[in-house]
């Protein structure tokens, strides 16, 4: 495992760096304790990563599910008892992954994948502008279109401008310079530009700014624009921020209800992460799905009895591992183990850190997922491609993830419908001497009731005193439906004076009285 050591260290501190303020972000926008979120981190770095087999998904805490914890502790009443729905939960998908729940994964269309991505890679640009600028309004871990401040994601762009920071924005900037400078030029010229990565030298370049700024009043930055991580005054009060979950409720439907819920949308997050991930992995490793949902549950089980909030794999933490060139779940498991020691020994250096420069970070991430030319590739690759590529892309900028991929899914699905009706038989029309039709109409191995449509529409076309000639040599399995629609044809077909000779391995019929003999054979090996 510490083959690539050299790659995955590096690597962690970048994904150490996005999680950082994401973890704070999405605890804040689930309202449950800042340490919550962190505590979540932690656990889906070092547990859920050792136990995956993953080699380069990240787990953590999930935008994706923030409404859900915000309205669970509501309705439940206290942490305490959402803690054990969050439990409860990672039995469940322990369970699915035992039963081998996690095949769904390989279901999902490329097109809808990629559309995800994309769909990230634009919202994460979007949602770090404000930052980037300084705006301390806007929330760090909500990536809803509608926010949870009642703003939606372009109506807090158009706010920054009455609330821009200069000192802020300069950092940014600078920031961003770095890590172009060292993306594009000085990773290329040695080494220990490759040892020593781009976002570790802007980091260290805000906080030395920070610290400096704090003497002109103009270019200062705010405590509200800085990391804010909870800092414990003793060991005591570091233990004293571990929450644990109340097995009171264990009876109570609610508690089942929710744990269900946070169950099947971490597991269909996770499982639609890990096809994403595997697409970006330069070595095109295959996650095994069921493994996957086995680690998770566990990672949940451990995260909800000390206080943390449920855990997904997550794309964003994932992809700026492959673009900062981890190998291995190594660099999972340590940026795991940088967050707890950071929490632990440097809170007070953390929280000199500017946001802004941890959003220049984000920004680069963002353009690397949703890069101009994937469009114009998607484009050219036909409506079939583009139309669910483009729907999800659209669903995740103004709705959710959920919302996107869904959309992306139902929009995949009426493809698969349109195809398989465009192509469940091969068609082929030929004049012969004496100047009658004959129809030649090959059946593909498995039709079903889906292409009822077009097989009604060619039978309809036969023209009187025509030949049709059907050959159902490969055909497996032919739908009952279509049974009926054939047996039906044969009156109209004596009304046009139409002869039917069927093809198959059984030999050749004319005019057969039953299509039904000639199907639903087992298949051939």
Same mark, same amino acid.
């Given at each position: 495992?510490?083959?690539?050591?050299?790659?995955?260290?590096?690597?962690?501190?970048?994904?150490?760096?996005?999680?950082?303020?994401?973890?704070?972000?999405?605890?804040?926008?689930?309202?449950?304790?800042?340490?919550?979120?962190?505590?979540?981190?932690?656990?889906?770095?070092?547990?859920?990563?050792?136990?995956?087999?993953?080699?380069?998904?990240?787990?953590?805490?999930?935008?994706?599910?923030?409404?859900?914890?915000?309205?669970?502790?509501?309705?439940?009443?206290?942490?305490?008892?959402?803690?054990?729905?969050?439990?409860?939960?990672?039995?469940?998908?322990?369970?699915?992954?035992?039963?081998?729940?996690?095949?769904?994964?390989?279901?999902?269309?490329?097109?809808?994948?990629?559309?995800?991505?994309?769909?990230?890679?634009?919202?994460?640009?979007?949602?770090?502008?404000?930052?980037?600028?300084?705006?301390?309004?806007?929330?760090?871990?909500?990536?809803?279109?509608?926010?949870?401040?009642?703003?939606?994601?372009?109506?807090?762009?158009?706010?920054?401008?009455?609330?821009?920071?200069?000192? %802020?924005?300069?950092?940014?900037?600078?920031?961003?310079?770095?890590?172009?400078?060292?993306? %594009?030029?000085?990773?290329?010229?040695?080494?220990?530009?490759?040892?020593?990565?781009?976002?570790?030298?802007?980091?260290?370049?805000?906080?030395?700014?920070?610290?400096?700024?704090?003497?002109?009043?103009?270019?200062?930055?705010?405590?509200?624009?800085?990391?804010?991580?909870?800092?414990?005054?003793?060991?005591?009060?570091?233990?004293?921020?571990?929450?644990?979950?109340?097995?009171?409720?264990?009876?109570?439907?609610?508690?089942?209800?929710?744990?269900?819920?946070?169950?099947?949308?971490?597991?269909?997050?996770?499982?639609?992460?890990?096809?994403?991930?595997?697409?970006?992995?330069?070595?095109?490793?295959?996650?095994?799905?069921?493994?996957?949902?086995?680690?998770?549950?566990?990672?949940?089980?451990?995260?909800?009895?000390?206080?943390?909030?449920?855990?997904?794999?997550?794309?964003?933490?994932?992809?700026?591992?492959?673009?900062?060139?981890?190998?291995?779940?190594? %660099?999972?498991?340590?940026?795991?183990?940088?967050?707890?020691?950071?929490?632990?020994?440097?809170?007070?250096?953390?929280?000199?850190?500017?946001?802004?420069?941890?959003?220049?970070?984000?920004?680069?991430?963002?353009?690397?997922?949703?890069?101009?030319?994937?469009?114009?590739?998607?484009?050219?690759?036909?409506?079939?491609?583009?139309?669910?590529?483009?729907?999800?892309?659209?669903?995740?900028?103004?709705?959710?993830?959920?919302?996107?991929?869904?959309?992306?899914?139902?929009?995949?699905?009426?493809?698969?419908?349109?195809?398989?009706?465009?192509?469940?038989?091969?068609?082929?029309?030929?004049?012969?001497?004496?100047?009658?039709?004959?129809?030649?109409?090959?059946?593909?191995?498995?039709?079903?009731?889906?292409?009822?449509?077009?097989?009604?529409?060619?039978?309809?076309?036969?023209?009187?005193?025509?030949?049709?000639?059907?050959?159902?040599?490969?055909?497996?399995?032919?739908?009952?439906?279509?049974?009926?629609?054939?047996?039906?044809?044969?009156?109209?077909?004596?009304?046009?004076?139409?002869?039917?000779?069927?093809?198959?391995?059984?030999?050749?019929?004319?005019?057969?009285?039953?299509?039904?003999?000639?199907?639903?054979?087992?298949?051939?090996?």
């Amino acid at each position: 495992m510490f083959k690539h050591i050299k790659k995955d260290l590096p690597a962690s501190i970048v994904v150490f760096f996005v999680a950082l303020p994401l973890c704070l972000g999405i605890a804040l926008a689930s309202g449950a304790p800042l340490f919550s979120g962190l505590i979540a981190g932690i656990v889906g770095g070092i547990v859920v990563g050792a136990l995956s087999k993953s080699s380069l998904g990240v787990s953590g805490p999930a935008a994706g599910l923030a409404a859900i914890v915000l309205a669970a502790i509501a309705s439940l009443g206290s942490y305490q008892d959402f803690l054990l729905a969050v439990v409860l939960s990672g039995a469940i998908q322990i369970l699915f992954g035992v039963l081998k729940a996690g095949i769904i994964g390989y279901y999902f269309p490329s097109s809808v994948i990629k559309g995800m991505l994309t769909g990230i890679g634009i919202i994460i640009i979007l949602k770090q502008i404000p930052h980037f600028f300084g705006y301390t309004d806007s929330p760090i871990g909500d990536w809803n279109f509608f926010q949870l401040d009642g703003e939606n994601t372009f109506s807090a762009l158009g706010n920054i401008f009455n609330y821009i920071s200069p000192g %802020s924005t300069l950092i940014a900037l600078f920031a961003m310079g770095i890590l172009i400078l060292w993306d %594009s030029v000085l990773s290329k010229k040695g080494k220990i530009f490759k040892l020593i990565q781009g976002p570790l030298v802007a980091v260290a370049v805000g906080i030395i700014f920070n610290v400096i700024s704090q003497s002109f009043d103009s270019l200062s930055i705010a405590p509200g624009l800085l990391v804010n991580v909870p800092v414990p005054d003793s060991f005591d009060s570091f233990i004293g921020q571990f929450t644990f979950p109340s097995f009171r409720m264990i009876g109570n439907m609610e508690i089942w209800v929710t744990a269900f819920t946070l169950a099947l949308v971490a597991s269909l997050e996770t499982l639609l992460c890990v096809e994403a991930t595997d697409k970006l992995d330069p070595h095109k490793r295959t996650t095994p799905t069921n493994r996957e949902l086995f680690a998770q549950g566990t990672g949940n089980v451990v995260s909800g009895l000390i206080g943390g909030l449920p855990i997904t794999q997550v794309i964003v933490r994932s992809s700026a591992n492959i673009q900062s060139g981890g190998q291995t779940k190594l %660099s999972a498991i340590l940026h795991g183990g940088l967050l707890l020691i950071s929490v632990i020994i440097i809170p007070k250096v953390l929280n000199l850190i500017p946001l802004s420069v941890l959003a220049a970070i984000l920004f680069l991430v963002g353009y690397k997922l949703a890069k101009p030319q994937l469009f114009v590739q998607m484009y050219k690759a036909g409506w079939k491609q583009s139309v669910p590529f483009f729907v999800t892309v659209t669903g995740i900028i103004f709705g959710d993830l959920l919302i996107g991929i869904t959309l992306g899914l139902l929009v995949g699905i009426c493809v698969i419908l349109i195809k398989s009706y465009q192509n469940s038989y091969f068609l082929h029309k030929e004049d012969v001497a004496d100047g009658s039709k004959t129809v030649k109409m090959t059946l593909a191995e498995e039709v079903t009731f889906i292409n009822k449509g077009a097989i009604i529409k060619e039978l309809n076309k036969l023209e009187d005193n025509s030949y049709l000639i059907m050959d159902v040599t490969k055909t497996h399995y032919l739908d009952n439906d279509i049974v009926e629609i054939l047996d039906d044809f044969k009156v109209k077909a004596e009304e046009k004076n139409i002869n039917i000779k069927i093809i198959s391995e059984r030999g050749i019929v004319e005019n057969p009285e039953s299509y039904q003999q000639f199907f639903n054979k087992p298949k051939t090996a």
